[in-house]
């Protein structure tokens, strides 16, 4: 029997509903960790905005039929609404029971999320074909990295050999094509080229391993049709497979982007709303493809004389959710919000223009800016939002453009009304840019041909209990950062080291977690010995961090490189490596397509938003335990933070017990440490 959790007994709506709560204003405090946040619902509140924060309470109590994913719209005789307690209720009308209505709502909302991240990935792929081929110009994009290119050319079987930067890129741009649209039976280049080979076999076993990206879109929607796949164990297949297309997506797009767009390197900056600086012409660029926000920051420091003409001190470009980071990482540009706080960073009054691309854009941010001077500007022919400026992005054209936009935003700046600025003094350092080559760059100061046994080392002496990567999304269902940062921080006082993406490095950098030196404040013994005896290995510009900013969600893929190299370095496959994964508040469908490809590649994976899979035991248990028996890798569904940090911390014992005791073994009697988990 699954445990049934409702996120919302955890967040406001319950909460408001006891006797004697006082309404809004303590309530609005109450929904988030992020003093900035906290202070800009209050403005909301006395101004009258409608923010996602309300508008959750406002959907209260949410359909349960949704909530435990049995209710099917895959045809037009429904909705079905599955209820197996009830008769005539226990299956739809073509008599799909609620195991294959779950599994095919899940597989579905995989392939959303597989879909985003290709279609990211691609796009960057484009983009350096066309560079490759001269059909866009050096001023707008050129390859800034040619010794990664270089390693990627090697890594997919490419010869390197005097083979000039251009057709270098050229060939690897046409590589990484190939992955989406194949026709013959070999796996993806991108999945096979960066896994253990016992996840090769592993995934060739089950048959998951995806042939092209696009294929197992279109098959896992075709599988899931109406009278198609009604076994959900095969579904969940299909859907894994749509899962580790995702994975191979994501990867391609972050080495593209570090070829394109340069390999981060640590870099000093600051984090929350407090860098929006009413003195400037303030843009927030918001969405994930660094292929526009990257020339907007080029085309700001170009007019930053214009908007001293205007009145203002320069032009400061800051970043919301994935996008931000992918420009906190390189150029060390202001991250401004995670997800949740994107309406509030408009209710400042001093956000002259916010440029979106794609993904994880509210709709909202149009009717907050109505109420400002803020220019909401679309960019992508998928991202229309009525009432916003819409600009066509085309990177052949793309200084051209973005300097058109920053143009708008100084023109904007002279329309701002003092009387709406409610600047906010919350703001952290941040210590960010730690892609693996950093990470290994750090690490190979103790052992440069062996970056990283020195982690495996320190997990094996005790001195730190394991790895994790925190990952996923803010979801208005929990208090804003509450779980991230009571998750985080219960890890790093336990002697984890941590690595984290997205929202959830969004949450991490606003708490000042990731500032120079924290990891004095929030590490464990062990973990503060292991920080200092590589930050005293070698000349340090910036202090080290508590939990290292490894980028954007597709950036995911960096852990999995990390957590791909510690099994090559114990000669172990995945599942038997100290590493899990924890995605606190996931929202997205693109955190479902990552949680599954995570859990598949052997990594007990932490949830803390009950997923929409409880109703039907079946699925409950593949996800929570028989993946575990398949993949080594598991989900823990934990919406409580406390029994999280406990439960994490018992996964990762649970390998550094087995690895020390198959070590034992393996010594006395010559055995190979790979047999088995
Ligand atoms: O891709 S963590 S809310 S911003 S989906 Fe979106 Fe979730 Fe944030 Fe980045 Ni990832
Ligand atoms: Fe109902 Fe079956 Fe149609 Fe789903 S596919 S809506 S369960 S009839």
Same mark, same amino acid.
């Given at each position: 029997?699954?445990?049934?959790?409702?996120?919302?007994?955890?967040?406001?709506?319950?909460?408001?509903?006891?006797?004697?709560?006082?309404? *809004?204003?303590?309530?609005?405090?109450?929904?988030?960790?992020?003093?900035?946040?906290?202070?800009?619902?209050?403005?909301?509140?006395?101004?009258?905005?409608?923010?996602?924060?309300?508008?959750?309470?406002?959907?209260?109590?949410?359909?349960?039929?949704?909530?435990?994913?049995?209710?099917?719209?895959?045809?037009?005789?429904?909705?079905?609404?599955? =209820?197996? *307690?009830?008769?005539?209720?226990?299956?739809?009308?073509?008599?799909?029971?609620?195991?294959?209505?779950?599994?095919?709502?899940?597989?579905?909302?995989?392939?959303?999320?597989?879909?985003?991240?290709?279609?990211?990935? *691609?796009?960057?792929?484009?983009?350096?074909?066309?560079?490759?081929?001269?059909?866009?110009?050096?001023?707008?994009?050129?390859?800034?990295?040619?010794?990664?290119?270089?390693?990627?050319?090697? *890594?997919?079987?490419?010869?390197?050999?005097?083979?000039?930067?251009?057709? &270098?890129?050229?060939?690897?741009?046409?590589?990484?094509?190939?992955?989406?649209?194949?026709?013959?039976?070999? !796996?993806?280049?991108?999945?096979?080229?960066?896994?253990?080979?016992?996840?090769?076999?592993?995934?060739?076993?089950?048959?998951?391993?995806?042939?092209?990206?696009?294929?197992?879109?279109?098959?896992?929607?075709?599988?899931?049709?109406?009278?198609?796949?009604?076994?959900?164990? =095969?579904?969940?297949?299909? #859907?894994?497979?749509?899962? &580790?297309?995702?994975?191979?997506?994501?990867?391609?797009?972050?080495?593209?982007?570090?070829?394109?767009?340069?390999?981060?390197?640590?870099?000093?900056?600051?984090?929350?709303?407090?860098?929006?600086?009413?003195?400037?012409?303030?843009?927030?660029?918001?969405?994930?493809?660094?292929?526009?926000?990257?020339?907007?920051?080029?085309?700001?420091?170009?007019?930053?004389?214009?908007?001293?003409?205007?009145?203002?001190? #320069?032009?400061?470009?800051?970043?919301?959710?994935?996008?931000?980071?992918?420009?906190?990482?390189?150029?060390?540009?202001?991250?401004?919000? =995670?997800?949740?706080?994107?309406?509030?960073?408009?209710?400042?009054?001093?956000?002259?223009?916010?440029?979106?691309?794609?993904?994880?854009?509210?709709?909202?941010?149009?009717?907050?800016?109505?109420?400002?001077? !803020?220019?909401?500007?679309?960019?992508?022919?998928? $991202?229309?939002?009525?009432?916003?400026?819409?600009?066509?992005?085309?990177?052949?054209?793309?200084?051209?453009?973005?300097?058109?936009?920053?143009?708008?935003?100084?023109?904007?700046?002279?329309?701002?009304?003092?009387?709406?600025?409610?600047?906010?003094?919350?703001?952290?350092?941040?210590?960010?840019?730690?892609?693996?080559?950093?990470?290994?760059?750090?690490?190979?100061?103790?052992?440069?041909?062996?970056?990283?046994?020195?982690?495996?080392?320190?997990?094996?002496?005790?001195?730190?209990?394991?790895?994790?990567?925190?990952?996923?999304?803010? =979801?208005?269902?929990?208090?804003?950062?509450?779980?991230?940062?009571?998750?985080?921080?219960?890890?790093?006082?336990?002697?984890?080291?941590?690595?984290?993406?997205?929202?959830?490095?969004?949450?991490?950098?606003?708490?000042?977690?990731?500032?120079?030196?924290?990891?004095?404040?929030?590490?464990?013994?062990?973990?503060?010995?292991?920080?200092?005896?590589?930050?005293?290995?070698?000349?340090?510009?910036?202090?080290?961090?508590?939990?290292?900013?490894?980028?954007?969600?597709?950036?995911?893929?960096?852990?999995?490189?990390?957590?791909?190299?510690?099994?090559?370095?114990?000669?172990?496959?995945?599942?038997?490596?100290?590493?899990?994964?924890?995605?606190?508040?996931?929202?997205?469908?693109?955190?479902?397509?990552?949680?599954?490809?995570? $859990?598949?590649?052997?990594?007990?994976?932490?949830?803390?938003?009950?997923?929409?899979?409880?109703?039907?035991?079946?699925?409950?248990?593949?996800?929570?335990?028989?993946?575990?028996?398949?993949?080594?890798?598991?989900?823990? &569904?934990?919406?409580?933070?406390?029994?999280?940090?406990?439960?994490?911390?018992?996964?990762?014992?649970?390998? $550094?017990?087995?690895?020390?005791?198959?070590?034992?073994?393996?010594?006395?009697?010559?055995?190979?440490?790979?047999?088995?988990?």
């Amino acid at each position: 029997m699954s445990p049934r959790h409702r996120n919302t007994s955890l967040g406001f709506a319950a909460t408001a509903k006891q006797p004697g709560a006082k309404p *809004r204003r303590d309530a609005d405090a109450r929904r988030t960790q992020d003093p900035a946040a906290c202070e800009l619902l209050e403005e909301a509140q006395a101004r009258g905005i409608t923010t996602a924060f309300d508008r959750f309470i406002a959907q209260q109590p949410q359909c349960g039929f949704g909530l435990d994913g049995v209710c099917c719209r895959v045809c037009l005789q429904g909705p079905c609404r599955i =209820n197996p *307690r009830k008769a005539g209720m226990e299956k739809g009308i073509c008599g799909a029971q609620d195991y294959t209505v779950v599994a095919r709502n899940l597989a579905r909302a995989i392939a959303g999320g597989t879909a985003c991240h290709s279609d990211h990935g *691609r796009h960057i792929a484009k983009v350096l074909l066309h560079v490759a081929e001269g059909e866009i110009g050096e001023e707008n994009y050129r390859v800034s990295d040619p010794e990664k290119l270089r390693r990627i050319a090697t *890594r997919i079987g490419l010869e390197t050999e005097g083979v000039a930067v251009a057709d &270098l890129a050229r060939r690897v741009a046409l590589a990484a094509l190939a992955d989406y649209g194949r026709h013959t039976d070999e !796996t993806c280049t991108w999945l096979t080229t960066t896994i253990t080979p016992g996840r090769q076999t592993k995934f060739k076993h089950c048959a998951i391993a995806p042939t092209a990206i696009d294929r197992s879109i279109t098959d896992i929607i075709t599988q899931t049709a109406m009278g198609m796949d009604a076994d959900p164990v =095969n579904i969940i297949f299909g #859907g894994l497979k749509t899962a &580790l297309s995702d994975y191979t997506g994501m990867h391609l797009s972050t080495d593209l982007s570090d070829v394109l767009f340069g390999t981060p390197t640590p870099v000093l900056s600051q984090a929350n709303l407090g860098v929006i600086d009413p003195a400037y012409v303030n843009i927030a660029t918001h969405g994930h493809n660094p292929t526009l926000s990257s020339l907007v920051v080029d085309a700001a420091q170009e007019l930053a004389g214009e908007a001293r003409q205007a009145g203002a001190k #320069g032009v400061n470009v800051v970043g919301i959710c994935c996008t931000g980071n992918e420009l906190l990482m390189r150029d060390g540009v202001y991250l401004a919000s =995670n997800v949740a706080g994107q309406e509030l960073a408009i209710m400042t009054g001093a956000l002259d223009a916010m440029i979106v691309d794609i993904q994880c854009i509210m709709p909202s941010v149009r009717a907050v800016a109505e109420c400002y001077h !803020t220019a909401v500007i679309a960019t992508n022919p998928l $991202v229309k939002i009525p009432g916003a400026h819409h600009v066509d992005f085309r990177e052949e054209t793309a200084l051209a453009t973005a300097k058109e936009m920053v143009r708008l935003a100084i023109r904007s700046y002279g329309k701002r009304d003092p009387a709406k600025l409610r600047v906010s003094e919350h703001k952290q350092d941040v210590v960010a840019g730690w892609s693996l080559e950093a990470l290994f760059e750090l690490l190979g100061r103790i052992d440069a041909d062996h970056p990283a046994r020195v982690l495996t080392d320190a997990i094996l002496e005790g001195e730190i209990r394991g790895v994790a990567l925190f990952a996923g999304c803010n =979801n208005l269902k929990v208090n804003h950062d509450q779980s991230h940062l009571a998750i985080l921080k219960g890890l790093l006082a336990n002697d984890v080291f941590v690595v984290a993406t997205g929202c959830s490095a969004g949450a991490a950098a606003k708490a000042g977690l990731m500032a120079p030196g924290s990891y004095e404040e929030y590490g464990g013994e062990g973990l503060k010995k292991f920080l200092a005896r590589l930050s005293q290995a070698g000349a340090t510009r910036h202090g080290l961090p508590a939990v290292f900013h490894l980028g954007s969600c597709v950036d995911n893929t960096r852990a999995a490189d990390l957590w791909t190299a510690m099994a090559r370095e114990l000669d172990v496959d995945v599942p038997k490596v100290p590493f899990v994964a924890s995605a606190p508040e996931a929202m997205h469908e693109k955190a479902v397509s990552i949680g599954s490809w995570v $859990v598949a590649m052997g990594i007990p994976t932490h949830v803390g938003i009950m997923p929409q899979i409880e109703g039907s035991e079946l699925v409950y248990g593949v996800g929570t335990q028989i993946a575990h028996d398949v993949y080594g890798g598991y989900f823990i &569904l934990d919406p409580n933070p406390t029994t999280a940090v406990e439960r994490l911390l018992d996964a990762l014992e649970y390998r $550094v017990w087995k690895l020390r005791v198959h070590r034992k073994a393996a010594d006395r009697f010559g055995a190979a440490l790979t047999a088995g988990y």
